[in-house]
C-alpha cells in the first residue's frame, strides 16, 4: 500500500507567554492510502497540531510534511488553499457550519471552487446530503438541526468534493454517544464504501474503536502505531 | 453577504439607515450649495450691473440712465429698483422690482412666457409680471389683482399697492429665480412724483446689455470712469460678479454648509466602519472555516469588503433615491431662497460616491484583518 501521507522530521513549537513550547518535536509518521487512522494522545501532545500540520492548515517550523507526493511546507499561501479544497475535507469537533446558510448551501460552500456547473455543483452537494441520511433536511438552518446532524452535515460538506483525505478533529467530541455512534459508524463507511482515508483526532476509545489503525502521540512524539485488534463492526460490516 | 446582513437585521437597518440619512442629507446640502453658486456660475457674461460704489443699499440718480447709454458698447440699459414690500402679511415676503418693461425681457433670454402676455404687461400701467414659483405658492393667475404693502415706498393713504398679474414667466437658468414680481417702474416714478406714495425716486441698480462683441471689462471701466467725480460714484461689475457679492452677503453658507456635511459623512463613516468590525470579529470562525475550505485570503477579504460596499450602497442608493422623490417637495419650500434648487444627476453621484467611499474604507480594515488570519488563528479565536 502506498503512503498517502509521509511526515520527517517535522517540528513545530508555539510561542506562548514568550516561552516557546514545542508542540511537535522531530515527527517521523507514514500512513498508508484508503485506511482509518484515529491519533491518540493526552492533551497538548500535539494531535490537532499534526492534524491542521497534515491539512495544509497550518505549516512546519521544520521537516517535510507530504501528502499525496506534494511537500506542503512548500506550497505558497494561495496554492496551499487550492490544494486544501483539492485534497482535504474536515470536519470539526464544533462543526463549525456558517449560521446564516441552509445544509444545502453550506454542502455546496467548498463546491463554489470547483470548476463544476451550477447544476452539477447542486446535484452533488445533495448526493452528499442523501449519503448522510440528511436528503430531507437540506434547506434547514444549522440551528435548526441537532448536533448529531450538524455534524452529519459538516461530513457531508467534507466528502462533497471528493477529498482524498479526510480529517476529524474529535468529530464526536459535542455529541451524545448515540450520536456519535451514527456519526462514526457514518465514518466508517465513507472509509469502507468510497475508499476515503480517513485521519480522526479523539480521546475517546469508543471513537477510536471505529479506525484500523491506532496512532500514538506523546509529549510531540510518535508513541506507537497499531492495528485495531478490537474493532467495531459497522452496519455493512462484521467485526 | 445578503445572507450575513439579514443575520443581523436590525443592526443591518440600523447602519443602512444612518447611511441612507447621511447621504439624503448631502443631496440636500449639496443641492443647496449648487442652487447658491450656479447663479455665479449661469451669470451671463454679456449683462454687466451699475450700482452705486458706497453700498447696494444706495441708490443712483435717475439721471445716469443717459450717461450710461452714451458709453460704446452698450445696446440697452434697464432701471431695477428694489421695491421691498410684501403681500398680505409680512410673512408673505418676496422679492419685487420696479424695471424697465421694454428692455426687461429682452436682456433674459433665459426667460420665457408661460401664460398671459409680455406685451399686455409692457403696455400697462400697473400690471405686473411674476415668475413660475410665485404662481404656484400663492395661486395667483393672470388677470388677479395682487396687493403688495410698500415699506420703502408705502403709499400715503395706507393702503396696498395693486399690480395686476399679466405675464408669468419661467426660466432656464439658475441665475434668475422664479420667484419675483416685475411691475413698470413708471408706475413707482408717477406715484412717488404724483404724490401718491413717499420715497424717493432713484435706482437701485442699472442693467446694462452690451453690443455683441464688446468687452466687458472695458465697458465697465468706462462706466466707472464717467463717475468718477461724483456726483454719485458708480460700481459696474459683471452679473456673475454681482450675483458673488449677493451671495457672500449671506457669509460663507457654501463653506458651512459642505462643512455639515463633511461632518455627517465622516461620523457614518465610524458608525459603519463600527459595523463592520463587529461583523468581522463576530464571524471569525467562519472566516477559519472558509479558509479550511479553500477560499483564499483574497476572496475573504473581498467577502468583507463586499459586504461593507453593499450595505453602503442599499443605504446610500435609498437615501439618494429619497432625495429624488421628495425633490419636488423641497423645491416648493427652497425656490425662495434657492431658485434652481435641484436633486440632479451630479448630485446623486456625489451621494452615491460618498456612500460608496464610506462603504470601501470601512470595509478595508475588517477585511484586512480577515485576510490576515491563518485558518489555525481563526477557528481557534473564533471558538
Given at each position: 500500500?502506498?503512503?498517502?501521507?509521509?511526515?520527517?522530521?517535522?517540528?513545530?513549537?508555539?510561542?506562548?507567554?514568550?516561552?516557546?513550547?514545542?508542540?511537535?518535536?522531530?515527527?517521523?509518521?507514514?500512513?498508508?492510502?484508503?485506511?482509518?487512522?484515529?491519533?491518540?494522545?493526552?492533551?497538548?501532545?500535539?494531535?490537532?497540531?499534526?492534524?491542521?500540520?497534515?491539512?495544509?492548515?497550518?505549516r512546519p517550523?521544520?521537516?517535510?510534511?507530504?501528502?499525496?507526493?506534494?511537500?506542503?511546507?512548500?506550497?505558497?499561501?494561495?496554492?496551499?488553499?487550492r490544494?486544501?479544497?483539492?485534497?482535504v475535507?474536515?470536519?470539526?469537533?464544533?462543526?463549525?457550519?456558517?449560521?446564516?446558510?441552509s445544509?444545502?448551501?453550506?454542502?455546496?460552500?467548498?463546491?463554489?471552487?470547483?470548476?463544476l456547473?451550477?447544476?452539477?455543483?447542486?446535484?452533488?452537494?445533495?448526493?452528499?446530503?442523501?449519503?448522510?441520511?440528511?436528503?430531507?433536511?437540506?434547506?434547514?438552518?444549522?440551528?435548526?438541526?441537532?448536533?448529531?446532524?450538524?455534524?452529519?452535515?459538516?461530513?457531508?460538506?467534507?466528502?462533497?468534493t471528493?477529498?482524498?483525505?479526510?480529517?476529524?478533529?474529535?468529530?464526536?467530541?459535542?455529541?451524545?454517544?448515540?450520536?456519535?455512534d451514527?456519526?462514526?459508524?457514518?465514518?466508517?463507511?465513507?472509509?469502507?464504501?468510497?475508499?476515503?482515508?480517513?485521519?480522526?483526532?479523539?480521546?475517546?476509545?469508543?471513537?477510536?474503536?471505529?479506525?484500523?489503525?491506532?496512532?500514538?502521540?506523546?509529549?510531540?512524539?510518535?508513541?506507537?502505531?497499531?492495528?485495531?485488534?478490537?474493532?467495531r463492526?459497522?452496519a455493512?460490516?462484521?467485526? | 453577504?445578503?445572507?450575513?446582513?439579514?443575520?443581523?437585521?436590525?443592526?443591518?437597518?440600523?447602519?443602512?439607515?444612518?447611511?441612507?440619512?447621511?447621504v439624503?442629507?448631502?443631496?440636500?446640502?449639496?443641492?443647496?450649495?449648487?442652487?447658491?453658486?450656479?447663479?455665479?456660475?449661469?451669470?451671463?457674461?454679456?449683462?454687466?450691473?451699475?450700482?452705486?460704489?458706497?453700498?447696494?443699499?444706495?441708490?443712483?440718480?435717475?439721471?445716469?440712465?443717459?450717461?450710461?447709454?452714451?458709453?460704446?458698447?452698450?445696446?440697452?440699459?434697464?432701471?431695477?429698483?428694489?421695491?421691498?414690500?410684501?403681500?398680505?402679511e409680512?410673512?408673505?415676503?418676496?422679492?419685487?422690482?420696479?424695471?424697465?418693461?421694454?428692455?426687461?425681457?429682452?436682456?433674459?433670454p433665459?426667460?420665457?412666457?408661460?401664460?398671459?402676455?409680455?406685451?399686455?404687461?409692457?403696455?400697462?400701467?400697473?400690471?405686473?409680471?411674476?415668475?413660475?414659483?410665485?404662481?404656484?405658492?400663492?395661486?395667483?393667475?393672470?388677470?388677479?389683482?395682487?396687493?403688495?404693502?410698500?415699506?420703502?415706498f408705502?403709499?400715503?393713504?395706507?393702503?396696498?399697492?395693486?399690480?395686476?398679474?399679466?405675464?408669468?414667466?419661467?426660466?432656464?437658468?439658475?441665475?434668475?429665480?422664479?420667484?419675483?414680481?416685475?411691475?413698470p417702474?413708471?408706475y413707482?416714478?408717477?406715484?412717488?412724483?404724483?404724490?401718491?406714495?413717499?420715497?424717493?425716486?432713484?435706482?437701485?441698480?442699472?442693467?446694462?446689455?452690451?453690443?455683441?462683441?464688446?468687452?466687458?471689462?472695458?465697458?465697465?471701466?468706462?462706466?466707472?470712469?464717467?463717475?468718477?467725480?461724483?456726483?454719485?460714484?458708480?460700481?459696474?461689475?459683471?452679473?456673475?460678479?454681482?450675483?458673488?457679492?449677493?451671495?457672500?452677503?449671506?457669509?460663507?453658507?457654501?463653506?458651512?454648509?459642505?462643512s455639515?456635511?463633511?461632518?455627517?459623512?465622516?461620523?457614518?463613516?465610524?458608525?459603519?466602519?463600527?459595523?463592520?468590525l463587529?461583523?468581522?470579529?463576530?464571524?471569525?470562525?467562519?472566516?477559519?472555516?472558509?479558509?479550511?475550505?479553500?477560499?483564499?485570503?483574497?476572496?475573504?477579504f473581498?467577502?468583507?469588503?463586499?459586504?461593507?460596499?453593499?450595505?453602503?450602497?442599499?443605504?446610500?442608493?435609498?437615501g439618494?433615491?429619497?432625495?429624488?422623490?421628495?425633490?419636488?417637495?423641497?423645491?416648493?419650500?427652497?425656490?425662495?431662497?434657492?431658485?434652481?434648487?435641484?436633486?440632479?444627476?451630479?448630485?446623486?453621484?456625489?451621494?452615491?460616491?460618498?456612500?460608496?467611499?464610506i462603504?470601501?474604507?470601512?470595509?478595508?480594515?475588517?477585511?484586512?484583518?480577515?485576510?490576515?488570519?491563518?485558518?489555525?488563528?481563526?477557528?481557534?479565536?473564533?471558538?
Amino acid at each position: 500500500m502506498d503512503h498517502l501521507i509521509d511526515l520527517r522530521g517535522v517540528t513545530r513549537a508555539y510561542q506562548r507567554g514568550g516561552e516557546t513550547v514545542s508542540v511537535l518535536d522531530g515527527l517521523d509518521l507514514q500512513m498508508d492510502a484508503g485506511s482509518f487512522y484515529a491519533l491518540m494522545g493526552p492533551s497538548g501532545s500535539g494531535k490537532t497540531t499534526l492534524l491542521n500540520l497534515i491539512g495544509g492548515l497550518d505549516r512546519p517550523d521544520s521537516g517535510e510534511v507530504l501528502v499525496d507526493g506534494t511537500d506542503l511546507a512548500h506550497l505558497g499561501g494561495s496554492a496551499l488553499s487550492r490544494w486544501r479544497a483539492d485534497h482535504v475535507g474536515f470536519v470539526f469537533q464544533g462543526f463549525n457550519l456558517l449560521p446564516v446558510l441552509s445544509a444545502l448551501d453550506n454542502v455546496l460552500l467548498p463546491l463554489q471552487l470547483t470548476p463544476l456547473s451550477r447544476r452539477a455543483r447542486h446535484e452533488q452537494a445533495e448526493r452528499a446530503l442523501a449519503l448522510v441520511g440528511l436528503g430531507d433536511r437540506m434547506h434547514h438552518k444549522p440551528r435548526e438541526l441537532s448536533g448529531g446532524q450538524e455534524q452529519r452535515v459538516a461530513i457531508a460538506r467534507a466528502i462533497a468534493t471528493d477529498p482524498t483525505l479526510i480529517l476529524a478533529d474529535e468529530p464526536t467530541g459535542d455529541l451524545d454517544r448515540s450520536s456519535a455512534d451514527a456519526v462514526l459508524e457514518l465514518l466508517a463507511r465513507l472509509n469502507e464504501e468510497l475508499g476515503k482515508t480517513i485521519l480522526m483526532v479523539t480521546h475517546d476509545p469508543l471513537a477510536a474503536s471505529f479506525a484500523h489503525r491506532l496512532v500514538h502521540l506523546d509529549k510531540g512524539r510518535l508513541g506507537r502505531i497499531e492495528d485495531n485488534p478490537e474493532r467495531r463492526p459497522t452496519a455493512g460490516r462484521p467485526a | 453577504m445578503f445572507r450575513n446582513l439579514l443575520a443581523h437585521p436590525v443592526r443591518t437597518v440600523l447602519t443602512g439607515g444612518s447611511v441612507l440619512l447621511a447621504v439624503f442629507l448631502l443631496c440636500f446640502l449639496r443641492a443647496t450649495v449648487t442652487a447658491l453658486t450656479s447663479s455665479v456660475e449661469q451669470a451671463s457674461t454679456q449683462r454687466l450691473w451699475v450700482q452705486s460704489a458706497v453700498s447696494l443699499l444706495v441708490d443712483l440718480p435717475l439721471a445716469y440712465e443717459s450717461k450710461i447709454k452714451q458709453v460704446d458698447g452698450i445696446e440697452w440699459v434697464c432701471k431695477w429698483q428694489w421695491f421691498g414690500g410684501y403681500y398680505k402679511e409680512e410673512s408673505n415676503f418676496f422679492a419685487q422690482f420696479g424695471v424697465d418693461p421694454e428692455t426687461m425681457l429682452k436682456s433674459y433670454p433665459e426667460m420665457e412666457i408661460v401664460s398671459g402676455s409680455y406685451e399686455e404687461f409692457a403696455k400697462s400701467r400697473t400690471g405686473c409680471m411674476i415668475g413660475l414659483d410665485l404662481q404656484r405658492r400663492y395661486g395667483f393667475k393672470v388677470g388677479d389683482r395682487v396687493p403688495i404693502v410698500g415699506k420703502i415706498f408705502p403709499r400715503k393713504d395706507g393702503s396696498p399697492w395693486e399690480f395686476e398679474v399679466k405675464a408669468v414667466y419661467r426660466t432656464t437658468s439658475a441665475a434668475i429665480d422664479q420667484g419675483t414680481l416685475y411691475f413698470p417702474f413708471d408706475y413707482l416714478r408717477e406715484s412717488i412724483e404724483g404724490g401718491s406714495a413717499w420715497g424717493d425716486v432713484g435706482i437701485g441698480v442699472f442693467l446694462v446689455k452690451l453690443r455683441p462683441g464688446a468687452d466687458p471689462t472695458r465697458v465697465a471701466a468706462a462706466i466707472d470712469l464717467l463717475f468718477d467725480r461724483g456726483p454719485q460714484r458708480v460700481q459696474t461689475t459683471t452679473e456673475a460678479e454681482f450675483s458673488r457679492q449677493f451671495v457672500s452677503m449671506m457669509g460663507n453658507v457654501p463653506l458651512l454648509l459642505q462643512s455639515i456635511g463633511g461632518a455627517v459623512l465622516f461620523a457614518i463613516f465610524f458608525a459603519m466602519l463600527n459595523t463592520m468590525l463587529m461583523a468581522g470579529r463576530e464571524r471569525t470562525r467562519d472566516i477559519g472555516v472558509m479558509k479550511a475550505l479553500g477560499f483564499t485570503d483574497a476572496v475573504v477579504f473581498r467577502s468583507l469588503l463586499g459586504e461593507s460596499l453593499l450595505l453602503c450602497l442599499l443605504g446610500g442608493g435609498a437615501g439618494a433615491g429619497l432625495a429624488k422623490l421628495v425633490e419636488a417637495g423641497l423645491q416648493r419650500v427652497m425656490s425662495a431662497q434657492f431658485p434652481g434648487f435641484a436633486i440632479d444627476a451630479a448630485t446623486v453621484g456625489v451621494g452615491l460616491g460618498a456612500a460608496l467611499v464610506i462603504g470601501t474604507l470601512a470595509g478595508l480594515g475588517p477585511g484586512w484583518r480577515a485576510r490576515g488570519l491563518t485558518p489555525v488563528a481563526a477557528l481557534r479565536e473564533g471558538i
